[in-house]
């Protein structure tokens, strides 16, 4: 069965300091890939998608990923983390089934942005 | 604004009991989704509906039901077979189910039972 890892289940940085989450996927065929984050008290938001082309994707809020077809991943990235992106993040992937796009998602990684 | 809507935000109910949460979007979007979080899990898909009065089980239906008479509403009963039925229930919809869209999530429901 299709599966999404997220191995980082909590993560502590300090303000300024660089973010690299990991997400990878077991499904070796054509996928989409997905980060979402979820903001304390608010929405499930999308942070930035890959669908083709350039493996290297910006996302809102200074976020990025690269996909790494090779590695199957699509580690997420931010240069310097702000007290704001306190939230919990999503990876996930999702490929074309009978005509249905089943989204599957990792468990999440807790992030915690100290000022 | 067009959205996602879910309620109610909180909602407690009694052992043996069903319950139905509401999900109602304005986006016009065909495709509707249910899931469920639970904590150290991710996202789990209970059921999705591609079009008015059509709907699939997704991965974890059981004790679940669902209907789909109108395009903006995808109500969830969860019925007193579900065996553990205290989660966050998450509506998503996208303009379909058969193209690399994005899905876009409503507030969530969290549901306890006592």
């Known amino acids: 069965a299709q599966s999404v890892s997220q191995h980082n289940h909590h993560v502590i940085l300090s303000e300024a300091a660089s973010l690299e989450l990991g997400c990878n996927y077991s499904y070796g065929g054509t996928v989409n890939l997905f980060w979402y984050v979820q903001y304390p008290g608010q929405h499930l938001q999308l942070l930035l998608k890959y669908f083709s082309g350039d493996p290297l994707v910006k996302g809102i809020k200074g976020f990025e990923a690269e996909f790494i077809k090779s590695k199957f991943s699509f580690n997420l990235r931010k240069p310097s983390v702000q007290w704001s992106d306190t939230a919990e993040y999503f990876c996930a992937v999702s490929r074309m089934n009978t005509g249905f796009q089943k989204l599957v998602f990792g468990t999440g990684t807790r992030l915690l942005v100290s000022p | 604004d067009g959205g996602i809507t879910q309620s109610p935000k909180y909602l407690f109910r009694k052992e043996g009991q069903n319950v139905t949460l509401s999900c109602e979007q304005n986006l016009n979007h065909d495709a509707m989704y249910w899931y469920r979080q639970d904590p150290g899990q991710g996202l789990r898909l209970i059921y999705y509906?591609?079009?008015?009065?059509?709907?699939q089980k997704g991965d974890i239906a059981e004790g679940y039901s669902v209907s789909r008479e109108k395009k903006e509403s995808f109500p969830l009963t969860v019925t007193s077979a579900q065996k553990n039925p205290t989660a966050f229930y998450l509506c998503?919809?996208?303009?379909?189910?058969?193209?690399?869209?994005?899905?876009?999530f409503g507030p969530g429901t969290r549901l306890t039972v006592l």
């Open positions: 509906s591609q079009i008015v009065n059509d709907f």
């Open positions: 998503a919809s996208s303009i379909e189910a058969g193209r690399t869209d994005t899905q876009y």
